[in-house]
């Protein structure tokens, strides 16, 4: 496991977030070219922006296909087949309905239920149209966005793990906010929900994997007495309303983390557990609002509870 007084790190922020490399010399050409590399991505599938691949899509929304990228257009393809799977709660096409909650940016409210009805119509997956010969994307309907933000740092992250393999890097541990990638053994805190930034339910020992975390904490508003979090429901419209409060994927890639902590997050525990029976290469952990942590398993990590508010269990579903 890596020893913190022996490591560098480097930081900045990209993509809203903030970014943090860690390395066990000091090498700040490295750290600079990969802080150039998530740039070069950023500029390519944000949407937050007025010019990006992605947006140029969103625009042409219901006139004309658009020619992007490779790397864009198979990472859209990806996410419109996550976004088909049966009883999916992941959607590349919830552009509408993000820009009408806006949670997390300023104007945040609880729409009316007839504004969520108008953008659902907006958000079927089967309307985003893809032609892989041209690697065109087409949004069938006007009035369609897709949105990347559950996916793009995911990809990005694989990306950097992949570049500094290339540059002869057996140690280093890349943090997109969230999206936690790491070469060789470290050691990854899971962060309690709405408590100080270095307050931890437990940490994971990992040894060249990744870790992705999405919870109702990162991202909310109260209005009316309730809390609204960033993980919207795409079948309904809403915020995902159940007993979690965190999913934890550790994986291989962290492509497959972003994917599978939103389904995760819309099966829920029982259901979550059992779908992941069947998958040797996903292991999740599962914070509840009743401060039960349920490991899925224990094949490509090891967990040390740190809390004693919270109680450790295995999934019995």
Same mark, same amino acid.
């Given at each position: 496991m890596s020893d913190e007084r022996c490591l560098y790190r480097y930081s900045t922020v990209l993509m809203g977030s903030p970014i943090l490399l860690?390395?066990?010399?000091?090498?700040?050409?490295?750290?600079?070219?990969?802080?150039?590399?998530?740039?070069?991505?950023?500029?390519?599938?944000t949407v937050n922006r007025a010019s990006s691949q992605v947006m140029d899509i969103n625009r042409a929304a219901g006139r004309h296909p658009v020619a992007v990228s490779r790397?864009?257009?198979q990472l859209i393809k990806c996410a419109k087949a996550a976004s088909l799977a049966q009883d999916s709660a992941f959607n590349l096409a919830i552009g509408p309905l993000v820009k009408l909650w806006r949670i997390g940016f300023q104007g945040s409210r609880v729409p009316s239920g007839a504004e969520i009805a108008a953008r659902l119509a907006l958000t079927r997956p089967q309307d985003v149209a893809l032609d892989d010969a041209a690697a065109s994307v087409f949004l069938t309907q006007p009035g369609m966005e897709i949105d990347l933000g559950a996916i793009a740092k995911g990809y990005i992250a694989d990306r950097v793990r992949d570049y500094l393999r290339q540059q002869g890097a057996d140690e280093a541990l890349i943090n997109l906010g969230g999206n936690v990638h790491t070469l060789g053994r470290w050691s990854v805190g899971l962060k309690k929900p709405f408590a100080a930034d270095d307050a931890l339910v437990g940490v994971m020992a990992v040894d060249g994997q990744s870790v992705v975390t999405s919870g109702v904490y990162e991202r909310y508003f109260e209005q009316?007495?309730?809390?609204?979090?960033?993980?919207?429901?795409?079948?309904?419209?809403?915020?995902? +309303?159940?007993? !979690?409060? &965190?999913?934890?994927?550790?994986?291989?890639?962290? @492509? =497959?983390? %972003?994917?599978?902590? *939103?389904?995760?997050?819309?099966?829920?525990?029982?259901?979550?557990?059992?779908?992941?029976?069947?998958?040797?290469?996903?292991?999740?952990?599962?914070?509840?609002?009743?401060? +039960?942590?349920? !490991?899925? &398993?224990?094949?490509?990590?090891?967990?040390?509870? @740190? =809390?004693? %508010?919270?109680?450790? *269990?295995?999934?019995?579903?």
């Open positions: 860690k390395l066990p010399r000091h090498d700040e050409a490295l750290a600079s070219r990969v802080f150039q590399l998530i740039k070069r991505y950023e500029d390519l599938l790397p864009v257009y009316d007495g309730r809390r609204w979090h960033h993980i919207l429901d795409p079948r309904s419209g809403y915020p995902l +309303d159940n007993a !979690l409060q &965190s999913v934890t994927v550790i994986s291989a890639d962290s @492509l =497959d983390g %972003d994917i599978w902590t *939103t389904l995760l997050y819309g099966l829920g525990v029982e259901k979550g557990c059992a779908m992941l029976r069947q998958r040797e290469d996903i292991e999740a952990i599962f914070v509840t609002k009743n401060r +039960d942590v349920i !490991l899925s &398993s224990q094949r490509r990590f090891r967990f040390s509870l @740190l =809390d004693a %508010d919270y109680r450790l *269990t295995d999934c019995t579903a």
